[in-house]
């Protein structure tokens, strides 16, 4: 017994001393990624308020630092619009163990940041230039700046690419077309008669009287649309970041931009007519677009994006929908990992 006991010893210890497995270019001391010990922001754990300056005045935009690592820094821009950081949590569980520098952010009207009132400021243009005061705020350049956009956020990504790309190293496009008339077209087209008749009817009965607040309506979207091609669970197993962001999202921002209806933008939504098609193939950085079988936007137009751009790379994640990074998991961070790693090591 005590000769196994001795073994088991002096197998730990020899463990201990094995070198540890590290990714080219990062350095093997997790301690280094792990420590804030000389940041600007080791006082509040990463946390930055940000003075962003808008024509209606300045307002400050939260942000927050999770690791070190001079060469991937990516900006996480979340949906909505309106929408909050809590979505992706998830990375939590995936980036640290691979060195991937990363910050959460909530945009201006958002959760943690300022949320004033003036409509005028949901306006797709001041967004792209309050991208561009945080990226320079917290020194993000062309050498380690990964611009990360999924949904709305992919929509900021790309006509934050299309001005200020020499500032990128890498963009990810996730979950997001490049037309808005196109994504209308595949809702209405595709993902609609996937519905049974009789819950479709219903919800245009709705939708035609533009009775979008009746419980009877969010009922019938989250329970038969949202849990198809949103996040493939029962609303009652959606993961606590979901819930939390759904809590948080501001209507203001959400309706002013995407519209008062669940099933599509409508109304006098600023996004209605938003595309870009025409302007990708000017975007040279490279870029990753993410798609899933069964999202809310074509997978087939998030790998033509790929096709489209200079540089381009499709992942699809065939069990996933709009938050893949949930339904989808593993096979989201695997694409989007090797994304970030590949660009860095000069492999892609």
């Known amino acids: 017994m005590k000769h196994f006991i001795f073994l088991l010893f002096l197998s730990i210890l020899l463990g201990c001393n094995q070198p540890p497995v590290t990714t080219p270019g990062v350095s093997d001391d997790c301690s280094n990624y792990l420590s804030s010990v000389g940041q600007e922001d080791q006082f509040t754990g990463g946390v930055k308020m940000i003075d962003i300056n808008t024509p209606k005045g300045k307002f400050k935009v939260w942000t927050k ?62 967004f792209v230039e309050e991208v561009e005061q945080v990226r320079q ?112 999202l501001n209507p203001e921002v959400y309706v002013t931009m995407q519209g008062p209806s669940e099933f ?32 809310t936007m074509d997978p087939k137009h998030m790998e033509w994006i790929a096709k489209t751009v200079k540089n381009g790379r499709f992942h699809l994640c065939p069990n996933g929908s709009h938050l893949c990074q949930f339904d989808d998991q593993k096979n989201f961070f695997t694409g989007l990992i090797k994304f970030i790693k590949d660009v860095n090591e000069g492999k892609f």
């Open 65 to 126: 630092r999770v690791g070190n690592n001079p060469k991937m820094k990516v900006l996480l821009l979340h949906g909505g619009p309106g929408m909050t950081h809590e979505i992706y949590e998830c990375f939590d569980g995936y980036f640290p163990q691979e060195q991937i520098e990363y910050y959460y952010y909530d945009q201006l009207g958002s959760y943690y940041s300022d949320q004033p009132k003036d409509l005028s400021l949901w306006d797709l243009p001041r």
């Open 264 to 295: 599509g933008i409508k109304g006098d939504a600023t996004l209605k007519n938003w595309d870009v098609k025409d302007k990708l193939p000017s975007i040279e950085v490279p870029t990753l677009t993410i798609g899933a079988t069964h999202d």
């Open 137 to 248: 705020a917290l020194n993000l350049d062309k050498d380690n700046f990964y611009l990360y956009g999924q949904s709305w956020g992919g929509i900021l990504a790309m006509e934050y690419a299309l001005k200020y790309q020499q500032h990128l190293k890498g963009l990810v496009i996730s979950n997001m077309v490049a037309s808005i008339p196109d994504y209308m077209k595949y809702s209405d087209e595709v993902l609609a008669p996937k519905l049974p008749p009789e819950i479709l009817k219903e919800i245009m009965t709705y939708e035609n009287r533009e009775d979008y607040g009746n419980p009877r309506y969010l009922e019938l979207v989250v329970k038969h649309y949202y849990s198809r091609h949103v996040i493939r669970m029962p609303e009652e197993e959606w993961p606590d970041p979901i819930k939390r962001g759904f809590k948080h």
